[in-house]
């Protein structure tokens, strides 16, 4: 296909800013899935690393706090940045970023350059989530829920993928075959320049979608702040628990039950698997019935499980830790929708806020989780976690929001 004949193509399939453009969105969703499984690389190679360089918990911790804060400080400001001067490109030019993290992370011969390798990574992810999300606000048409529903799923099924790659490659073949990811980023550079070349062309009627949305008018800033931070909160209480869940839940099934690595990573993928099909289900729900009982739902209604898990045994850890995943991960696109219909106009902010802060939280929570694991034990770390999802009882504070169309 020529690039006359792609412009046309673009050009032809966001014509209508009415209507839900699925080609995007299944684009922007499986870029997603490449970016998260390299991501997800990282967590699922931590007893490799842990005994090449001969890490501690507090270090395994600063693997992801390095890589979580790279990830979340810039998102916010890309995302206000590109709100400003919209730059279709720079999806592209993010993989670019991750790419070289992922080349070093294979040959690195030290704790140090392990701690560089994973902050490139982050820096990838700090470009790739507040524009991708943004893309996908872009093409959603009414079907805001939906969209962000597609988008993310693809980044959750990358994050379930990766840790059974790293089992079956990463594990038998050395942390050198680390590189063989490299095809993985190649392939989604192509995708996202072929996405961006979507939103260059577009971009006159994308800027009259988005200055034609209006904040709601029946909230004062007072209360749209209050919600705003609400939803933070959420988001802490989420990220903090997965963040127990996806740094160290190799490390509980290993120690608690004795199982081998690569089924510590078997047990992980069940989690992660069933994240991918919760966020799938939560963005249509919040559509259909309202995105405020979506979040409510979600966050509290997991706490029954998660307060059981840490006394269960290996089958009935399976088993909840699949319905945790499932229950916990619908409210995340809920949530990104409802803050984005509070500030309508300011989507790339919104999407990097709220990504960047879930990111840090992870990053902090997976430090501070891994300094009280040394201190005391793996299990007692899942006892304090199970209460972190009672805070989602604040939701009844967010106010109902009527579904807008663009």
Known sequence: MSSDEGSKTAINIGHSTQQTVFPILFAISFSHLLNDTIQSVIPAIYPQLRDAFSLNFVQVGLITLTFQMAASILQPLVGTYTDKKPQPFSLATGMTFTLTGLMLLANVGNFPGVLVSVGLIGVGSSVFHPEASKVAYLAAGPRRGLAQSIFQVGGNAGSAIGPLLAAFIVLPFGRHSISWFSIIALLAIFVLWRVGLWYHVNFQLINKKVNRAVIPQHLSKSKITTSIIILLLLIFSKYFYMAGISSYFTFYVMDRFGVSIQQSQLYLFI????????????????????????????????????????????????????????????????????????????????????????????????????????????????????????????????????????
């Open 271 to 406: 989690f992660l698997a069933a994240v991918a099909a919760g966020t799938l289900a939560g963005g249509p729900i919040g559509d259909r019935i309202g995105r405020k009982y979506v979040i409510w739902g979600s966050i509290l209604g997991v706490a029954p499980f998660s307060l059981i898990l840490p006394y269960a045994n290996l089958f009935w850890t399976g088993i909840l830790i699949f319905i945790i995943g499932v229950i916990l991960a619908s409210a995340f696109s809920a949530i990104l929708v409802y803050a984005q219909e509070l500030l309508p106009g300011k989507v790339g902010m919104v999407s990097g806020l709220f990504f960047g802060f879930a990111f840090g939280m992870g990053g902090i929570g997976s430090a501070l989780l891994g300094k009280l694991a040394d201190i005391t034990s793996i299990e007692y770390v899942y006892k304090i976690c199970s209460f972190l999802p009672l805070i989602g009882l604040i939701t009844g504070f967010l106010p109902n929001l009527k579904q807008q169309r663009v």
